[in-house]
Nanobody, 115 residues
Framework: QVQLVESGGGLVQAGGSLRLSCAASGTIFSINVMGWYRQAPGKQRELVAR???????NYADSVKGRFTVSRDSAKKTVHLQMNSLKPEDTAVYYC?????????WGQGTQVTVSS
């Protein structure tokens, strides 16, 4: 069983930065995708950014150029550096580890961006 624990959320003013981290425990197979999703009130959960075990990244259009996803496979961690934050980035951010047909989720961390 895989467990994911997020940290680094909080309240920040527009234009500010936050860094989210996620630590995984349990058996992580070498070929996987790690990433971040978010869910704002009244909206569906959406992909923010993800990174494969080979280092290929994928970003939502709304965060390109502002957010950077990175991972340390040896430490089983994934990070999300968020710069130039906007009020519309306010959401609960969830860490995700995925294999074909299987998804693991963290409990989520709140990010609030004030205008």
């Amino acid at each position: 069983q895989v467990q994911l624990v997020e940290s680094g959320g909080g309240l920040v003013q527009a234009g500010g930065s936050l860094r989210l981290s996620c630590a995984a425990s349990g058996t992580i197979f070498s070929i996987n995708v790690m990433g971040w999703y978010r869910q704002a009130p009244g909206k569906q959960r959406e992909l923010v950014a993800r990174i494969t075990s080979g280092g290929i990244t994928n970003y939502a259009d709304s965060v390109k150029g502002r957010f950077t996803v990175s991972r340390d496979s040896a430490k089983k961690t994934v990070h999300l550096q968020m710069n130039s934050l906007k009020p519309e980035d306010t959401a609960v951010y969830y860490c995700n580890v995925a294999y074909p047909g299987i998804n693991y989720w963290g409990q989520g961390t709140q990010v609030t961006v004030s205008s």
